[in-house]
């Protein structure tokens, strides 16, 4: 006979234990040793160090080194990290081509990765290491879906480039470059020169596109450390927080601390006014509502329009202001902004770091300079973002109204109609939008597209050109948080659920009036009901992975979750 105590290695409360502990277990434990572990290791908490490295996307390449240091603070602590990788796709290198397609299907495949890693080989707890737009997202879904103890190490953003004498110089304006060429106020070679010196640096795009709008996310939800959301990905601060990350998910571990004690509702409507503060990229909205679904919390789109109404614009920041991330950084970072706007904040709820957000902003000054402005001086009196509704969008549409000037609040065109991303830039291109016209893009949609793709390069051409007080772009598809002017994404339903904007045709009055929160097409019910007869979704070709994700994907007005068996994802009702 033996003694099962030879066999218990560690407690049987860590999850761990069903890969160490027991006679039967002989197997497994050969393969722990195999990687390098000793007896000593198996009875510690195994922790997942899960990033999302990848050589391609600036934002990402160096996950490797921040892991590493991740390691060691899980290591000073008392746990065993190991570290694993998931993928990551660049939504600037997929702009303006089919592969934007792409992006936003990874974000549900990423968190069914950490998912299948995660269970399959029972891990405690983990750090998730992301870089950019969908990995960002797909790893907090990841959490709320697990919800065993986890940190966020975002990458941070890179610093900004000096093109032309301007050292605050983003890749935000860059887009614009191809326009200006294209009218004569730029030479081709002042645009070459221009990309070679815009991003000098590895990290997120130095402005607040949708990636950093992600990152400082993070540390709003209270699923990063402070600081984690702003420091540059250069920085040696962010090597120390990737660190104090891997103390902090042990010291979680401890207390029992898990993602969906953090991400409740009141934490993501404080997800909800940050980004409205910052200015954040639309992109969030759909992001948030999916981390919600995750969590099994209900998000609606009207949270947001109401917290933008309360809310202010007070954060400097491009594409929409004049500043960088860093600068953000410089000027006290999400902290100082969640300082500034307390008063909104459910501050009651607890973070990675074990103390409620309260707490974490006893000790922070929120000094105002021209980068972080204060609720009573704002950049905008309202939030960055608005929602709009009307008989073009029944169930909602949204709008960076941050980026938008004042002059186009109100907009009233003739629609030119067009059923792709790459039609629409054609005509731009050749001069073929008059002043006065609403650019309608139908089937970009989560269905349609199918995947839902970004209208970056559209928008970069109307900016880049100066007609952005000429005309405005509405879409089912949505934008890149680069995107400024007046372009409406989003529209729910989509053209190929059957929603209005698939029956707009070319000459139809549109009205967009963001003040009022209203998008109107001024085509009578009985004559939209003439033009459904007979009609049939246009399809476009997909491959294999696209096709899956057409077939589960749910509205953008929901977060674009995925939908099996009429089941979210977490096992949440929808």
Known sequence: ???????????SKYRSSTLTNGLG?????????????????????????????SEMVPGHVHLRELAEYVKQGVIEAGGVPRVSETIAICDGLC??????CYPLASRDLIADSVEMVVEAHHFDAMVLLPGCDKIIPGMLMAAARLDIPAVIVPGGPMLPGNVGGNPLFCSSELREYPGRVEKGTCSVQEMKEAEKAALPTVGSCAHLGTANSMCMLT?????ALPG????PAVSNK??????????????MLEKGITPRKILTRKTLLNGVAGAMATGSSTNLVLHL?????????????????????????????????????????????????????????????????????????????????????????????EGGIAVLRGNLAPDGAVIKQSGVKESMYYFKGKARVFHSMEEADAAISGDAIEKGTVIVIQYEGPKGGPGMREMLSTTALIMGRGMDEDCALITDGRFSGATHGPCVGHISPEAAAGGPIAFVRDGDGIEIDIHNRRLTLEVSDEELERRKEGWKPLEK????????????????AEGAIIHVNNLGSSGVKG
């Open 95 to 100: 702009q303006g081509h089919k592969g934007m």
């Open 289 to 381: 509502m999916a981390i919600a679904h995750e969590a099994g919390v209900k998000l609606e789109l009207e949270d947001f329009d109401r917290i933008s109404r309360n809310v202010p614009f007070i954060c400097n920041l491009q594409p929409s202001g004049k500043y960088p991330i860093v600068s953000l950084d410089a000027s006290g970072g999400i902290p100082a902004v969640l300082k500034s706007i307390e008063s909104q904040l459910n501050v009651e709820e607890v973070t990675v770091t074990g103390k409620t957000v309260r707490e974490m902003l006893e000790s922070v000054k929120a000094e105002p300079d021209d980068v972080l402005k204060t609720m009573k001086n704002p950049q905008k009196p």
């Open 541 to 556: 070709p997909r491959k294999p992975a696209l096709a899956k994700y057409a077939a589960l994907v749910g509205s953008a």
């Open 1 to 11: 006979m033996y003694d099962k105590k030879e066999f218990e290695f560690k407690d």
């Open 238 to 251: 962010r090597k120390r927080i990737a660190k104090a990350s891997g103390r902090a998910v042990m010291e």
């Open 25 to 53: 277990r002989s197997g497994q434990r050969a393969l722990l040793y195999a990687t390098g572990m000793d007896e000593e290791e198996l009875k510690k908490p195994f922790v997942a160090v899960i990033g999302s490295f």
């Open 219 to 223: 540390e709003v939800l209270g699923m």
């Open 228 to 231: 984690a959301g702003t420091a």
